[in-house]
């Protein structure tokens, strides 16, 4: 029984107009659709606009031995001001840690005037790095 990446660790900053934005808070979600676990983490950025999160992994004995198609719902909204923001909505079709990116670690720049955009198949405001 392996360990099934659900969201890979993740770092990035977050701007406003170029500014870093401290105090942020940075709220991380995802579904995993296999078994109707959903969870919630969150932490906040620092002065320089910085924030990081870990992996979270999963094991499951059938998920590891019986054939399916993984799809994990994935989200990270920003907080501040009284604002939310969609900074990260995809879609994750396997386990593999950093398989999100296609094997790139998670690192976004996100930037609070921008239209949320699908890039490199994430839709929000965070650009992958």
């Known amino acids: 029984m392996g360990n099934l990446c659900l969201f890979s660790a993740l770092s990035g900053v977050v701007l406003d107009h170029g500014k870093p934005v401290e105090g942020a808070r940075i709220e991380r979600s995802f579904t995993w659709q296999s078994n109707g676990e959903t969870g919630v983490d969150e932490t906040h950025t620092d002065a320089r606009g910085s924030f990081s999160l870990p992996v979270i992994f999963r094991r499951s004995l059938l998920a590891s031995l019986l054939p399916h198609e993984p799809f994990i719902r994935q989200t ?15 879609n994750k079709g396997e386990y593999a840690e950093n398989g999100e990116l296609g094997g790139r670690p ?13 890039r490199d198949g994430v839709f929000g405001i965070c650009e992958p790095q």
Do not use: D, N
Request: proline share 4%.
């Open 76 to 90: 990270i909204l920003i907080h501040h001001a009284g604002k939310t923001y969609q900074a990260w909505m995809f």
């Open 106 to 118: 998670i690192s976004l720049v996100c930037r609070l005037e921008a239209e949320p955009a699908h």
